[in-house]
């Protein structure tokens, strides 16, 4: 049977000073806790709700990446077609390049050193080489030499 209230002045008299302040920094203890998982508990929704909104954006943002990511597949498909019909319609390329008249080999046969850049040739000799051996740029002779064979 517990004790009536007569009999706990006997009880609390028995209790010394020190063990007096261990219960109260208990019951500060336990009150301290609660409050903490109050305030915890409290602020769960609020958490909850930054979560949501996080969620939220980064699916507006994902998106947002995945139009940006259709409109550049689109324009690069377009740009792709523009090339391939480029590539099948007839160019300016394919047409044959007109022969040039006598005159430039007529004038040519007068000109020492293309006279000179063909007898090299005859020898046997590159471009490149009568091009070092003359001085000349390698374009110029290989020019001079396309003139002579035509």
Not at 83 to 110: H, I, N
Request: proline fraction near 7%; include cysteine.
């Amino acid at each position: 049977m517990p004790p009536g209230p007569a009999q706990l002045g006997p009880c609390l008299a028995a209790i010394s000073a020190g063990q007096i302040v261990s219960i109260l920094l208990m019951l500060g203890g336990i009150l301290l806790l609660a409050w903490a998982f109050r305030r915890q508990t409290l602020a769960r929704p609020a958490e909850a709700d930054d979560l949501r909104r996080l969620m939220a954006e980064a699916t507006e943002l994902a998106a947002a990446l995945s139009a940006q990511l259709d409109e550049k597949a689109e324009r690069l498909q377009r740009l792709l077609d523009e090339a391939d019909a480029r590539l099948a319609a007839p160019s300016r390329r394919d047409e044959p390049v007109p022969l040039l008249d006598d005159e430039p080999r007529q004038a040519m046969a007068g000109d020492p050193l293309a006279q000179r850049i063909f007898d090299l040739a005859d020898e046997g000799l590159s471009p490149v080489q009568i091009a070092q051996r003359l001085d000349q740029h390698t374009g110029k002779v290989e020019l001079i030499l396309a003139l002579r064979s035509r």
